[in-house]
């Protein structure tokens, strides 16, 4: 399935519609890049409820808000099968604890109930970078060639990361996959 910026933007709509509770949502990966007009379509939609948020919903609503979401994809037709918000963001194994805290508020979409934040620049890059399947490598190569991505951002963001990992070869994995990035890429990065 491919979601150009409209698909999100009628599917959100149609979800606040729905709702009768206040919630706030991460749109992450190529959600919040396709939303942000970084990405011309995002082959899904990707979210999760913000942690405080999950915290204030009891388990009924949570669940309710997952099957909503889920109908309402599929009548717009753009999930297929059991998708949900996630129930956890695990950015394949690499722990990043504080990326709905660094979301910052998407201002082109001002809904009733729910209020959206995309992921940060330089988390989606370093998730993406972790994960390494193919389009993501490709839409890395497009924010390089955009020029939005700052070296010094990214590599300030990668240290902190690090510093969250207790597992030495996740930490160690993603380390030389940072590398390698920045001996190849590096220089074609803001300064």
Known sequence: MTNTKNDLIAFLSALDKALKYDVSIVCLGGTALTLAGLKGVSHDVDVIVRDKDREKLE???FEHFS?????????????????????????SLLEM????????QYQELQLKHINILLMD???????KLNR???????DIKKLIASGILSKGQLTQRFYQLMRQQEDLEIR????????????????????
């Open 59 to 61: 388990k009924e609503r």
């Open 67 to 91: 099957k909503l979401y889920d109908t309402i994809a599929k009548q717009l037709a753009i999930i297929e099968g059991e998708h949900g918000p996630f129930p956890d963001f695990d950015m």
């Open 97 to 104: 604890e504080d990326f709905a805290i660094r979301a910052h």
């Open 121 to 127: 620049i330089n988390d989606i890059v370093l998730s």
């Open 132 to 138: 390494s399947m193919k389009r993501d490598i490709d």
């Open 172 to 191: 160690k994995n993603f380390v030389g996959k940072v590398e390698t990035f920045l001996q190849k890429f590096g220089s074609k990065l803001k300064q």
